[in-house]
Protein backbone atom coordinates (compact mmCIF):
# COMPACT_ATOMS: atom_id res chain seq x y z
CA UNK A 1 0.00 0.00 0.00
CA UNK A 2 1.60 3.59 -0.84
CA UNK A 3 0.87 6.06 1.35
CA UNK A 4 1.31 9.88 0.51
CA UNK A 5 1.47 11.59 4.00
CA UNK A 6 4.48 13.92 4.97
CA UNK A 7 5.78 15.46 7.91
CA UNK A 8 7.09 18.92 8.63
CA UNK A 9 10.96 18.84 8.92
CA UNK A 10 10.87 15.39 7.60
CA UNK A 11 14.27 15.06 6.81
CA UNK A 12 15.28 16.48 10.29
CA UNK A 13 12.75 13.40 11.73
CA UNK A 14 14.84 10.90 9.34
CA UNK A 15 18.18 12.37 10.88
CA UNK A 16 16.57 12.20 14.19
CA UNK A 17 16.06 8.25 13.98
CA UNK A 18 18.69 7.52 12.45
CA UNK A 19 21.14 9.40 15.56
CA UNK A 20 18.49 7.24 17.78
CA UNK A 21 19.71 4.14 16.01
CA UNK A 22 23.65 4.81 16.42
CA UNK A 23 23.22 5.62 19.90
CA UNK A 24 21.15 2.72 21.74
CA UNK A 25 21.21 2.34 25.28
CA UNK A 26 19.96 -0.36 27.11
CA UNK A 27 16.83 -0.21 29.85
CA UNK A 28 17.18 2.46 32.56
CA UNK A 29 20.49 3.26 31.09
CA UNK A 30 18.89 6.01 28.83
CA UNK A 31 20.21 8.88 30.11
CA UNK A 32 21.78 10.10 26.39
CA UNK A 33 18.72 9.46 24.44
CA UNK A 34 16.85 11.08 27.03
CA UNK A 35 18.91 14.64 26.46
CA UNK A 36 19.04 13.81 22.86
CA UNK A 37 14.71 13.35 22.82
CA UNK A 38 14.77 16.76 25.02
CA UNK A 39 16.91 18.57 22.99
CA UNK A 40 14.98 17.85 19.94
CA UNK A 41 11.55 18.56 21.45
CA UNK A 42 12.61 22.12 22.40
CA UNK A 43 12.26 23.46 18.58
CA UNK A 44 8.48 23.00 18.88
CA UNK A 45 8.35 25.16 21.90
CA UNK A 46 6.46 22.25 24.11
CA UNK A 47 3.96 24.46 27.24
CA UNK A 48 5.89 21.84 29.74
CA UNK A 49 8.77 19.61 29.68
CA UNK A 50 9.22 16.96 32.35
CA UNK A 51 12.22 15.32 33.20
CA UNK A 52 13.86 12.03 34.96
CA UNK A 53 10.23 10.57 34.86
CA UNK A 54 10.62 7.08 36.55
CA UNK A 55 14.21 7.64 36.37
CA UNK A 56 14.85 8.90 32.49
CA UNK A 57 11.47 9.21 31.44
CA UNK A 58 10.61 12.49 29.55
CA UNK A 59 7.56 14.47 28.86
CA UNK A 60 6.87 16.91 26.96
CA UNK A 61 3.05 18.92 27.21
CA UNK A 62 1.64 20.60 23.72
CA UNK A 63 -2.10 22.71 25.44
CA UNK A 64 -4.67 23.08 22.96
CA UNK A 65 -6.43 26.83 22.16
CA UNK A 66 -8.39 26.39 25.47
CA UNK A 67 -6.66 23.88 28.11
CA UNK A 68 -9.17 23.97 30.58
CA UNK A 69 -11.63 22.91 28.73
CA UNK A 70 -11.42 18.98 27.19
CA UNK A 71 -9.30 16.09 28.34
CA UNK A 72 -5.57 15.33 28.25
CA UNK A 73 -4.56 12.52 25.57
CA UNK A 74 -1.38 11.18 26.43
CA UNK A 75 0.72 9.16 23.52
CA UNK A 76 3.98 6.77 24.71
CA UNK A 77 6.91 5.73 23.16
CA UNK A 78 10.05 3.57 24.90
CA UNK A 79 13.30 5.17 25.40
CA UNK A 80 15.17 1.55 25.44
CA UNK A 81 17.09 -0.93 23.27
CA UNK A 82 18.16 -4.33 23.50
CA UNK A 83 21.30 -6.69 24.48
CA UNK A 84 21.76 -7.68 20.90
CA UNK A 85 24.58 -7.10 18.40
CA UNK A 86 23.89 -5.69 14.92
CA UNK A 87 24.52 -7.64 11.85
CA UNK A 88 23.39 -4.62 9.58
CA UNK A 89 27.33 -4.43 8.41
CA UNK A 90 26.40 -1.46 5.38
CA UNK A 91 23.70 0.62 7.56
CA UNK A 92 25.68 4.10 7.08
CA UNK A 93 23.72 4.69 11.02
CA UNK A 94 23.97 1.33 12.06
CA UNK A 95 24.49 1.00 16.34
CA UNK A 96 28.39 2.33 17.30
CA UNK A 97 27.71 0.35 20.59
CA UNK A 98 29.08 -3.51 19.67
CA UNK A 99 26.51 -5.51 21.76
CA UNK A 100 23.14 -3.36 21.92
CA UNK A 101 20.76 -1.71 18.98
CA UNK A 102 17.28 -0.36 18.95
CA UNK A 103 15.90 -4.14 17.50
CA UNK A 104 12.52 -3.26 18.50
CA UNK A 105 11.97 -0.09 17.04
CA UNK A 106 11.92 2.02 19.82
CA UNK A 107 13.77 4.66 17.53
CA UNK A 108 11.14 4.95 15.36
CA UNK A 109 8.66 5.01 17.94
CA UNK A 110 9.87 7.78 19.44
CA UNK A 111 10.32 9.80 16.16
CA UNK A 112 7.30 9.06 15.32
CA UNK A 113 6.33 11.02 18.95
CA UNK A 114 8.79 13.84 17.64
CA UNK A 115 6.54 13.92 14.56
CA UNK A 116 3.57 14.35 16.21
CA UNK A 117 5.19 17.38 18.13
CA UNK A 118 5.71 19.55 15.00
CA UNK A 119 2.59 18.58 14.27
CA UNK A 120 0.96 20.00 17.50
CA UNK A 121 3.34 22.80 16.74
CA UNK A 122 2.12 23.43 13.79
CA UNK A 123 -1.26 23.33 14.50
CA UNK A 124 -3.06 23.44 18.13
CA UNK A 125 -5.90 20.94 18.95
CA UNK A 126 -9.19 22.92 20.00
CA UNK A 127 -9.42 22.17 23.43
CA UNK A 128 -7.07 20.02 26.67
CA UNK A 129 -4.08 18.96 26.04
CA UNK A 130 -1.69 16.23 24.54
CA UNK A 131 1.20 14.64 26.31
CA UNK A 132 4.18 12.77 24.66
CA UNK A 133 5.50 10.68 27.03
CA UNK A 134 9.57 8.82 26.28
CA UNK A 135 8.67 6.09 28.56
CA UNK A 136 12.41 4.04 29.87
CA UNK A 137 12.65 0.45 30.60
CA UNK A 138 10.07 -0.83 28.14
CA UNK A 139 12.35 -4.20 27.90
CA UNK A 140 12.48 -5.12 30.73
CA UNK A 141 8.42 -4.58 32.09
CA UNK A 142 10.41 -2.19 35.00
CA UNK A 143 9.73 1.47 32.85
CA UNK A 144 5.71 2.38 32.66
CA UNK A 145 5.23 1.30 36.54
CA UNK A 146 7.85 3.39 37.71
CA UNK A 147 6.45 6.44 35.42
CA UNK A 148 3.43 5.72 37.00
CA UNK A 149 5.02 5.22 40.57
CA UNK A 150 6.82 9.14 39.88
CA UNK A 151 5.04 12.27 41.76
CA UNK A 152 6.11 14.46 39.00
CA UNK A 153 4.08 12.20 36.54
CA UNK A 154 0.95 11.68 38.65
CA UNK A 155 0.35 15.28 38.38
CA UNK A 156 -0.28 15.38 34.57
CA UNK A 157 -3.48 13.02 34.92
CA UNK A 158 -4.23 11.68 31.40
CA UNK A 159 -7.91 11.07 30.34
CA UNK A 160 -6.90 8.72 27.46
CA UNK A 161 -3.51 6.63 26.54
CA UNK A 162 -2.18 5.09 23.29
CA UNK A 163 0.77 3.66 22.20
CA UNK A 164 1.60 2.10 18.70
CA UNK A 165 4.13 -0.84 18.22
CA UNK A 166 5.69 -1.34 14.80
CA UNK A 167 4.90 -5.03 13.42
CA UNK A 168 7.12 -6.84 10.94
CA UNK A 169 5.46 -9.19 9.23
CA UNK A 170 1.98 -7.08 8.65
CA UNK A 171 1.73 -5.09 5.31
CA UNK A 172 3.19 -0.97 5.73
CA UNK A 173 1.08 1.36 7.28
CA UNK A 174 -1.68 -1.32 8.05
CA UNK A 175 -3.20 -0.70 11.52
CA UNK A 176 -3.97 -3.56 13.33
CA UNK A 177 -6.35 -3.31 16.54
CA UNK A 178 -8.11 -5.67 18.83
CA UNK A 179 -10.61 -5.20 21.55
CA UNK A 180 -9.78 -6.36 24.98
CA UNK A 181 -6.73 -8.36 25.05
CA UNK A 182 -4.38 -7.07 22.91
CA UNK A 183 -0.81 -8.35 24.04
CA UNK A 184 -0.17 -11.15 26.43
CA UNK A 185 0.90 -11.35 30.60
CA UNK A 186 4.09 -12.83 31.30
CA UNK A 187 6.14 -12.98 33.70
CA UNK A 188 9.94 -14.49 34.23
CA UNK A 189 10.09 -17.24 37.42
CA UNK A 190 13.60 -18.11 38.62
CA UNK A 191 13.63 -21.49 40.63
CA UNK A 192 16.70 -22.02 43.24
CA UNK A 193 17.11 -25.43 45.13
CA UNK A 194 19.83 -25.61 47.91
CA UNK A 195 21.36 -29.06 49.25
CA UNK A 196 24.89 -29.85 50.55
CA UNK A 197 28.13 -29.54 48.57
CA UNK A 198 30.43 -32.42 49.38
CA UNK A 199 33.82 -33.45 47.66
CA UNK A 200 32.70 -35.54 44.55
CA UNK A 201 34.32 -38.85 45.31
CA UNK A 202 31.93 -38.60 48.70
CA UNK A 203 28.34 -37.65 47.16
CA UNK A 204 27.08 -39.63 50.04
CA UNK A 205 28.23 -36.48 52.47
CA UNK A 206 26.26 -33.79 49.87
CA UNK A 207 22.98 -33.19 48.81
CA UNK A 208 23.22 -32.60 44.87
CA UNK A 209 19.94 -30.78 43.47
CA UNK A 210 20.42 -32.85 40.08
CA UNK A 211 17.65 -35.02 40.23
CA UNK A 212 15.17 -31.99 41.69
CA UNK A 213 16.65 -29.92 38.61
CA UNK A 214 15.98 -32.15 36.04
CA UNK A 215 12.26 -33.26 37.09
CA UNK A 216 11.52 -29.71 37.55
CA UNK A 217 12.16 -28.68 33.94
CA UNK A 218 9.69 -31.88 33.13
CA UNK A 219 7.19 -30.52 35.71
CA UNK A 220 7.37 -27.22 34.28
CA UNK A 221 6.55 -27.91 30.87
CA UNK A 222 3.95 -30.97 32.32
CA UNK A 223 2.04 -27.80 34.12
CA UNK A 224 1.70 -25.49 30.66
CA UNK A 225 0.71 -28.69 28.56
CA UNK A 226 -2.16 -29.45 30.76
CA UNK A 227 -4.21 -27.27 28.56
CA UNK A 228 -7.71 -27.73 29.96
CA UNK A 229 -6.81 -26.53 33.40
CA UNK A 230 -6.52 -23.08 31.61
CA UNK A 231 -9.18 -20.77 29.50
CA UNK A 232 -6.84 -19.40 26.89
CA UNK A 233 -3.28 -19.17 25.53
CA UNK A 234 -1.02 -20.43 28.82
CA UNK A 235 3.02 -21.38 27.47
CA UNK A 236 5.70 -21.95 29.79
CA UNK A 237 9.25 -21.73 28.35
CA UNK A 238 12.37 -22.76 30.16
CA UNK A 239 14.96 -20.52 29.74
CA UNK A 240 18.09 -21.33 31.23
CA UNK A 241 19.00 -24.37 33.55
CA UNK A 242 22.23 -24.74 36.23
CA UNK A 243 23.79 -27.00 38.55
CA UNK A 244 26.80 -25.97 40.50
CA UNK A 245 29.54 -24.82 39.26
CA UNK A 246 31.87 -26.57 36.76
CA UNK A 247 34.30 -28.19 39.01
CA UNK A 248 34.92 -31.91 38.70
CA UNK A 249 36.49 -32.34 42.14
CA UNK A 250 32.80 -31.14 43.44
CA UNK A 251 29.46 -33.24 44.13
CA UNK A 252 27.06 -29.73 43.55
CA UNK A 253 25.32 -28.20 46.30
CA UNK A 254 22.77 -25.77 44.62
CA UNK A 255 20.88 -25.35 41.60
CA UNK A 256 18.84 -23.07 39.30
CA UNK A 257 15.56 -23.41 36.92
CA UNK A 258 14.44 -20.46 35.19
CA UNK A 259 11.19 -20.16 32.97
CA UNK A 260 9.52 -17.78 31.25
CA UNK A 261 5.14 -18.43 31.99
CA UNK A 262 3.12 -16.53 29.44
CA UNK A 263 -0.87 -16.16 29.23
CA UNK A 264 -3.52 -13.96 27.57
CA UNK A 265 -5.65 -14.12 30.30
CA UNK A 266 -4.64 -13.01 33.88
CA UNK A 267 -5.90 -15.58 35.75
CA UNK A 268 -4.25 -18.10 33.91
CA UNK A 269 -0.85 -16.77 34.32
CA UNK A 270 -2.01 -16.91 37.76
CA UNK A 271 -2.86 -20.55 37.38
CA UNK A 272 0.57 -21.09 35.83
CA UNK A 273 2.53 -19.93 38.56
CA UNK A 274 0.70 -21.66 41.00
CA UNK A 275 1.46 -24.72 39.26
CA UNK A 276 4.68 -24.16 38.90
CA UNK A 277 5.22 -23.06 42.63
CA UNK A 278 3.51 -26.16 43.98
CA UNK A 279 5.92 -28.39 41.69
CA UNK A 280 8.89 -26.30 43.13
CA UNK A 281 7.99 -27.22 46.54
CA UNK A 282 6.75 -30.89 45.77
CA UNK A 283 10.25 -31.59 44.36
CA UNK A 284 11.91 -29.55 47.53
CA UNK A 285 10.17 -31.83 49.77
CA UNK A 286 10.89 -34.78 47.62
CA UNK A 287 14.52 -34.26 47.83
CA UNK A 288 14.91 -32.71 51.30
CA UNK A 289 16.08 -29.43 49.67
CA UNK A 290 15.69 -25.66 50.59
CA UNK A 291 14.31 -23.75 47.92
CA UNK A 292 13.39 -20.44 46.66
CA UNK A 293 11.36 -18.69 44.29
CA UNK A 294 10.98 -14.97 42.62
CA UNK A 295 9.65 -13.28 39.46
CA UNK A 296 11.28 -11.21 37.47
CA UNK A 297 9.92 -9.15 34.18
CA UNK A 298 6.48 -9.24 34.87
CA UNK A 299 4.34 -7.56 32.44
CA UNK A 300 0.19 -7.51 32.46
CA UNK A 301 -1.48 -8.39 30.16
CA UNK A 302 -2.17 -5.28 27.64
CA UNK A 303 -6.01 -4.66 27.74
CA UNK A 304 -7.71 -2.27 25.46
CA UNK A 305 -10.99 -0.15 26.50
CA UNK A 306 -13.47 -0.36 23.24
CA UNK A 307 -14.02 3.54 22.95
CA UNK A 308 -10.47 4.15 22.01
CA UNK A 309 -9.92 1.42 20.02
CA UNK A 310 -13.00 2.98 18.06
CA UNK A 311 -11.15 6.15 18.21
CA UNK A 312 -7.63 4.46 16.60
CA UNK A 313 -9.65 2.88 13.69
CA UNK A 314 -12.14 6.53 13.18
CA UNK A 315 -8.70 8.69 12.83
CA UNK A 316 -7.18 5.43 10.91
CA UNK A 317 -10.11 5.86 8.43
CA UNK A 318 -9.87 9.29 8.08
CA UNK A 319 -6.13 8.77 7.05
CA UNK A 320 -7.14 6.20 4.39
CA UNK A 321 -5.25 3.58 6.27
CA UNK A 322 -6.27 0.27 6.09
CA UNK A 323 -7.70 -0.92 9.20
CA UNK A 324 -7.17 -5.04 10.40
CA UNK A 325 -8.83 -6.78 13.28
CA UNK A 326 -6.16 -9.27 14.93
CA UNK A 327 -7.87 -13.18 15.83
CA UNK A 328 -6.18 -13.51 18.74
CA UNK A 329 -3.68 -11.02 21.30
CA UNK A 330 0.27 -10.74 20.22
CA UNK A 331 1.78 -13.46 22.33
CA UNK A 332 4.99 -11.10 23.55
CA UNK A 333 4.28 -8.53 26.37
CA UNK A 334 3.92 -4.70 26.55
CA UNK A 335 4.49 -2.87 29.42
CA UNK A 336 2.17 -0.15 28.39
CA UNK A 337 -0.70 -2.86 29.95
CA UNK A 338 0.69 -0.86 33.05
CA UNK A 339 -1.33 2.39 31.50
CA UNK A 340 -4.33 0.76 30.22
CA UNK A 341 -5.09 -1.02 33.23
CA UNK A 342 -5.34 2.50 35.15
CA UNK A 343 -6.49 4.90 32.20
CA UNK A 344 -9.06 4.74 29.20
CA UNK A 345 -6.97 3.59 26.19
CA UNK A 346 -5.32 1.54 23.73
CA UNK A 347 -2.87 -0.22 22.11
CA UNK A 348 -2.38 -0.61 18.71
CA UNK A 349 0.02 -2.46 15.95
CA UNK A 350 1.32 -0.45 12.52
CA UNK A 351 2.61 -2.98 9.91
CA UNK A 352 6.40 -2.40 9.36
CA UNK A 353 6.38 -4.62 5.79
CA UNK A 354 5.78 -8.01 4.92
CA UNK A 355 9.58 -8.72 4.43
CA UNK A 356 11.05 -6.62 7.21
CA UNK A 357 13.12 -8.63 9.65
CA UNK A 358 11.04 -10.04 12.54
CA UNK A 359 11.52 -7.58 16.04
CA UNK A 360 14.55 -8.82 18.51
CA UNK A 361 16.06 -9.97 15.19
CA UNK A 362 19.67 -8.70 14.79
CA UNK A 363 19.24 -7.19 11.33
CA UNK A 364 16.21 -5.52 12.26
CA UNK A 365 16.19 -1.62 11.21
CA UNK A 366 12.80 0.72 11.51
CA UNK A 367 11.05 1.68 8.13
CA UNK A 368 11.50 5.12 7.99
CA UNK A 369 8.31 5.46 5.63
CA UNK A 370 6.35 4.55 9.34
CA UNK A 371 7.01 8.27 10.48
CA UNK A 372 4.57 10.19 8.86
CA UNK A 373 1.91 7.54 9.27
CA UNK A 374 2.61 7.20 12.83
CA UNK A 375 2.64 10.93 13.74
CA UNK A 376 -0.35 11.40 11.67
CA UNK A 377 -2.45 8.97 13.09
CA UNK A 378 -1.34 9.93 16.81
CA UNK A 379 -2.38 13.30 15.37
CA UNK A 380 -5.91 11.90 13.90
CA UNK A 381 -6.34 10.47 17.45
CA UNK A 382 -5.87 13.18 18.76
CA UNK A 383 -8.09 15.29 16.62
CA UNK A 384 -10.94 12.76 17.08
CA UNK A 385 -10.65 13.43 21.33
CA UNK A 386 -9.68 17.23 21.36
CA UNK A 387 -11.63 18.71 18.68
CA UNK A 388 -15.22 17.03 18.43
ZN1 LIG B 1 10.98 -5.39 22.27
ZN1 LIG C 1 9.17 -2.86 21.48
Not at 17 to 29: D, K, T, V
Not at 197 to 202: T, V, Y
Not at 299 to 319: C, S
Request: glycine share 8%; hydrophobic share 40%.
Amino acid sequence: MTNMLKLPHQDSLIDFRCQLHRHPELSGQEQETAKSVTAFLQQYHPDQLLTCLGGTGVAAVFNGADPDKGPTVLFRAELDALPIAETNADLPYKSVRAEISHACGHDGHMAVLAGLASLLHRQKPATGKVILLFQPAEETGAGAWAVLQDKNFTGLQPDYVFALHNLPGVPLHQVVVRHEAFAAASTGMVIEFYGKPSHAAEPENGLNPGEAMAEMILALNQAAARKEQFEDLALLTVIHARLGEVAFGTNPGFATVMATLRAYKTQDLQKLKQLAQEAAAHLAGKYKLGHTIRFEEEFPATINNADAVGVIQRAAHKLGLQVQQAEQPFRWSEDFGHFTASYKGAFFGLGAGLSQPQMHHADYDFPDELLATGSHLFYGIAQEILNR
